[in-house]
């Protein structure tokens, strides 16, 4: 075995354990593409928009759509046919600026779009996904319903034919985009099994109801759909799917976005305790030179290489074709508490200044309190690895 004869590189603590040369350098490009976009544009007012409860969805998706990330690793359809790996370093550096900006691109990429290109007919994706990719049309998800959440086969939503049409009606809550969008991807239980229906805007008996009151994921839409006797043609139904696999191979895709972003959101929390605790002063010294500080700074600082890390096998196993759902719920397991954790750590360390939005670090804190909820809880994914460890199903 040859001993390397060359000093390591210098520390860095924004990457501690050098990850950044295990990327291509397309991916350092796509990247730091996204990273700048959220510098100039998210950063700056994410703050206002998550005190005020709105965010200006369509002017983002233009935005988004004019970076290429909207449904950026599908191919075809004016997506943008990049790697897994790319798509994850997006979504990592949206989420460091907020859950929310990358909730946007993971329920309209990995959700709604997705959903129409994987099991949508030819005149589906040809009406939809370039407009979808563009950023011209917003689209949202719906499967979760009030009393049909980790478990989806439950659904109340039904879909019966007439004729050559379908009736669709049912009430589905907690969607994402939901009143901002031009299409709805919609999950009903009907007699062929669970299927999925592409629902424009205005279609009658379709409206929406935005969610308020919510004291995270403030800068990102939530809606209920109401569906009242919504008659739809057969074309509006996906037609290459009839059952919960469905709605569960899209959830795929974006829990795989979140297991990148949540580390994005955990690393902006550990930048900022970082910056903080080298500036301010309490008995006459940075509080970074006590050990406690320095304690909780290595921890974040493991935290976010770890979670990186995770993500990026994850990633180049998704490249490979070779990635299972029960490796994006160990991700979206771990990443995500162990983002929730540094959070919380860092919200201590910056003390009074921890609760307001001058800073960055509560508002990722109570976004990610979603995020551990969304896209299958920590409970549903521990159980997902539990069955994959044992052979046995702790769900029902
Ligand atoms: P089960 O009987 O196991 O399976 C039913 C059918 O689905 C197939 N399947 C999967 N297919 C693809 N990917 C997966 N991960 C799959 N898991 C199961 C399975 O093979 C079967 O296919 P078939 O052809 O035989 O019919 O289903 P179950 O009813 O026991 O449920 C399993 C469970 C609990 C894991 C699943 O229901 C689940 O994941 N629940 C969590 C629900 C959830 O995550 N909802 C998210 C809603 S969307 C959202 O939150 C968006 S947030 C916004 C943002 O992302 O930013
Ligand atoms: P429940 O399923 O009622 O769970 C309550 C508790 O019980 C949890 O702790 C859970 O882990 C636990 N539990 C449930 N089952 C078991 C079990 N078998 N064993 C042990 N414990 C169990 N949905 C969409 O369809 N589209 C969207 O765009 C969307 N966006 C969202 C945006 C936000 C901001 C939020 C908060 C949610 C969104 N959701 C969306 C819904 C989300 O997917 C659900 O909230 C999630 O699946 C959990 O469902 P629930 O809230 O009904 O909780």
């Known amino acids: 075995m040859s001993t390397p004869t060359a000093a390591p590189p210098a520390l860095r603590p924004e990457d501690f354990l050098n990850i950044d040369r295990m990327l291509s350098d397309e991916e350092r490009d796509i990247r730091d593409t996204v990273r700048a976009y959220v510098r100039d544009k998210i950063t700056p007012n994410v703050g206002d928009w998550f005190e005020e409860g709105q965010v200006p969805a369509a002017e983002l998706a233009k935005e988004?759509?004019?970076?290429?990330?909207?449904?950026?690793?599908?191919?075809?359809?004016?997506?943008?046919?990049?790697s897994a790996t790319a798509y994850g370093l997006a979504c990592m550096e949206l989420e460091a600026?907020?859950?929310?900006?990358?909730?946007l691109v993971s329920v309209q990429g990995s959700l709604a779009m997705f959903a129409i290109w994987k099991w949508g007919s030819e005149e589906q994706k040809q009406e939809w996904l370039p407009r979808m990719a563009a950023g011209d049309a917003?689209?949202?998800?719906?499967?979760?319903?009030?009393?049909?959440?980790?478990?989806p086969g439950s659904m109340r939503t039904r879909a019966r034919r007439d004729g050559d049409d379908w009736i669709v009606s049912g009430q589905k809550m907690w969607i994402t985009n939901g009143s901002v969008s031009e299409?709805?991807?919609?999950?009903?239980?009907?007699?062929?099994?669970?299927?999925?229906?592409?629902?424009?805007?205005?279609?009658?008996?379709?409206t929406t109801q935005d969610i308020h009151k919510k004291l995270s994921l403030r800068a990102s839409i939530t809606s209920e759909l109401l569906l009242d006797e919504v008659r739809l043609p057969d074309s509006a139904r996906l037609p290459l799917v009839s059952s919960l696999k469905g709605p569960l191979s899209c959830l795929n895709e974006a829990r795989y976005g979140i297991v990148w972003g949540a580390t994005g959101a955990a690393r902006a929390c550990f930048e900022a305790a970082l910056s903080y605790s080298k500036e301010r002063t309490q008995f006459d010294k940075p509080i970074a030179s006590y050990q406690i500080q320095q304690q909780k700074l290595a921890f974040m600082a493991t935290e976010v290489n770890r979670g990186t890390l995770v993500a990026l096998q994850l990633g180049r196993l998704k490249d490979e074709g070779a990635i299972r759902p029960e490796h994006v719920s160990m991700g979206k397991l771990g990443n995500v508490n162990g983002a929730l954790e540094v959070c919380r750590n860092a919200r201590q360390v910056l003390g009074?200044?921890?609760i307001t939005l001058e800073y960055p670090v509560i508002r990722h804190m109570n976004n990610?309190?979603?995020?551990?909820?969304?896209?299958?809880?920590?409970?549903?994914?521990?159980?997902?690895?539990?069955?994959?460890?044992?052979?046995i199903s702790a769900f029902r």
């Open 97 to 103: 600026g907020d859950s929310g900006i990358r909730s």
């Open 352 to 354: 009074a200044n921890g």
């Open 64 to 82: 988004l759509g004019s970076l290429n990330v909207l449904g950026m690793h599908l191919e075809g359809y004016g997506c943008a046919g990049a």
């Open 183 to 206: 299409v709805a991807v919609v999950w009903a239980q009907s007699d062929e099994g669970v299927l999925g229906f592409v629902v424009p805007k205005g279609t009658k008996g379709f």
């Open 138 to 151: 917003i689209g949202c998800f719906g499967l979760t319903e009030p009393d049909a959440g980790s478990d």
């Open 368 to 391: 990610l309190e979603s995020v551990v909820t969304y896209e299958g809880t920590a409970d549903v994914h521990a159980l997902s690895i539990g069955q994959a460890l044992t052979g």
